[in-house]
T-cell receptor
Framework: NAGVTQTPKFQVLKTGQSMTLQCAQDMNHNSMYWYRQDPGMGLRLIYYSASEGTTDKGEVPNGYNVSRLNKREFSLRLESAAPSQTSVYFC?????????????FGEGSWLTVV | ELKVEQNPLFLSMQEGKNYTIYCNYSTTSDRLYWYRQDPGKSLESLFVLLSNGAVKQEGRLMASLDTKARLSTLHITAAVHDLSATYFCAVDRDDKIIFGKGTRLHILP
């Protein structure tokens, strides 16, 4: 079982370039999330998708777009990268409600915008 | 708007001592999570708490939830160096999951 898989793991972009971070989960989870992590700021929610076909803004959505391609995949796109988007990005998924339904995280994607 | 506050943000403690990390949140929630993160790594699930008065324990860590006070605590008993990490709480409301800023725990031998 691969769990939550993110690609790429490392990326360097020039200001103004675009890129897509890919995320896939093989646990048949309904909900998927994108977070960014910056020193001293914890994890901040960018966008989330509570179920296939729906997406909602989180705390810091500006400069990003998402696509819930199907139940497995949730991608994050930077249309015109800025240095302020240098961060570690985490994708996560969760099956739904209930005490046993924890959140599973990918390994993270380290993005540097120069 | 759902807000989550953790304190302290940094904690340096001696091995063998007890301490508590606090997690306050601003609105009613569906569940509360505790996670651990080691430097350069992803997040590892510790506890999921659903109901008022819920208490869960794993080894030297114990988490509790008071939904009326909108407060969760993570208690560390007789700390050991291996528990050095950053600990996050997160609150879920209507599938929107918001994290606190984390508590960086450094345990001194």
């Amino acid at each position: 079982n691969a769990g939550v898989t993110q690609t790429p793991k490392f990326q360097v972009l020039k200001t103004g370039q675009s890129m897509t971070l890919q995320c896939a989960q093989d646990m048949n989870h309904n909900s998927m999330y994108w977070y960014r992590q910056d020193p001293g700021m914890g994890l901040r929610l960018i966008y989330y998708s509570a179920s296939e076909g729906t997406t909602d803004k989180g705390e810091v959505p500006n400069g990003y777009n998402v696509s819930r391609l199907n139940k497995r995949e949730f991608s994050l796109r930077l249309e015109s990268a800025a240095p302020s988007q240098t961060s570690v990005y985490f994708c996560a998924s969760r099956s739904g409600t209930g005490e046993g339904n924890t959140i599973y995280f990918g390994e993270g994607s380290w993005l540097t915008v120069v | 708007e759902l807000k989550v506050e953790q304190n302290p943000l940094f904690l340096s403690m001696q091995e063998g001592k007890n301490y508590t990390i606090y997690c306050n949140y601003s609105t009613t929630s569906d569940r509360l999570y505790w996670y651990r993160q080691d430097p350069g790594k992803s997040l590892e699930s510790l506890f999921v708490l659903l109901s008022n008065g819920a208490v869960k324990q794993e080894g030297r860590l114990m988490a509790s939830l008071d939904t009326k006070a909108r407060l969760s605590t993570l208690h560390i008993t007789a700390a050991v160096h291996d528990l050095s990490a950053t600990y996050f709480c997160a609150v879920d409301r209507d599938d929107k999951i918001i994290f606190g800023k984390g508590t960086r725990l450094h345990i001194l031998p």
